[in-house]
């Protein structure tokens, strides 16, 4: 009897509970560095709201940190510090269960996010880009150049009543979660539509989010065409942790063509429901390296056989950018001197961090007219006042669908938006788009001469249709 009770108490012991063999991790292990990236979220968008775009707390507020879910204090105050004197904002405090997150704006460059351990009297070490603006009043000079565009009826081929409809299927959406804060529609180079919201106008920057991922294929481009980088040679970064004999590193077998294709078959991590935990969210919002994070990530898979969009692959192609222009302070300029300048961008900021990377995937401040101008670059096949900025055989593979997006729709080329298959009969299929978060889109429809922009602070579901849009101002030309 004795040897059976023991024999059953056993088995009670070892033998596993359904909840024990089906257990479930609940927890978020990274709830703290969430709020640390939450409180330089709110940093970033406080301080280039204010120093940047020139918006107001109130409006801050209500469409900026709309995005956040639950937005530290109120345009009244609240944990957060504005110092108008040294352009910074300084959000949380010392006992508030998170670092207190810092952003300065730095001249030419827009706001820095810096790290948890540095202070307001660290501003001065941040990077900066003193480089005097382009010559002569944009307001007196004539469009695309400058700002200054003629008050005429449109083309005879556009349908007056049908662009406005456009134009209101943009602003007056079903959903409160989608706000267009600006609509522009180019044919043949020339404005033919214009519209703001309340309190935006030309000169509001906002965040590009994602478009950045555009122009950052551009800069490369331009540096491509003078032979400084190529699509198909390895990018032979000293990736990290190195290897113990590097030269046999298998990540050695990426190239320029598989990070700006999405492809290269790095660990992903942004799209993981860890975009605001770690990863390039740490660059962005928390003040680490935007390139040690992207050299930090193992190879999972073969380059070049699996679609997976990540900010991280464009980081690695600007770093390579970086490497090729070789000095520090000519990486800084150069894209103002190669594009922005040279097609009348005055109003673009490309934001770096603490480090003088540039955050090329995301962190770009500009205008709807900027966008406009950028669109319109493409649109005349990279030529601009009849000198070529860029090629058209970098422009055919930015526009030619990356090979690992064949399974999903071929909707994705060389960091920009392609059409997608099952939307091919609704537009013109050799349409290609920038896209951005909360609704940043630069639409451009090569036969059709045309070029859309449309400026959102989009949030909660967002969902915004760039192809409805592209679809609904078609209906406007004939």
Known sequence: MKRLISAALLTVLVAPTPSRAQQRETFDYWGPQREMIRRGQQAIFMCNGLFTSNRTLEQIYAQELAFLPAPIGTPQGGDYRVDQERKAVAVGSPWGGAPVMRAAFREGIGCVILAPDQGLEDIDDLPILATPPLPGDPATIPWPDGDLVKDEPPPSNVDADALQAASDWAFDRPTPEQVTLSLIVLQNGKIIHERYAPGVDLTTRTRTWSTAKSIAGTLIGILADQGKMHLDEPLGFEWQPRARSP??????????????????????????????ATGSGMSYWAGASSVQGALHKALVREPGTVWDYENYETLLAVYKMKQAIGDPQAYLAFPRKALLDRIGMRNTLLSTDRFGDFILSSQVYTNARDLARFGLLYQQGGVWNGERILSKEWIDFERAPAPATAKIGNAYGGQWWLVPDDRKNEVPPDAYSTAGNRGQFVIVVPSKNL?????????????????????EVLKAIR
């Open 247 to 276: 030269e046999t590193d298998p990540r050695n077998a990426i190239t320029l063509r598989h990070v700006l294709n999405m492809s290269s078959g790095l660990y992903p991590i942004d799209n993981q429901g860890l975009e605001y």
């Open 451 to 471: 070029v859309i922009v449309r400026r959102g602070l989009d949030w909660g579901r967002q969902g915004f249709d760039r192809w409805g849009l592209t679809r």
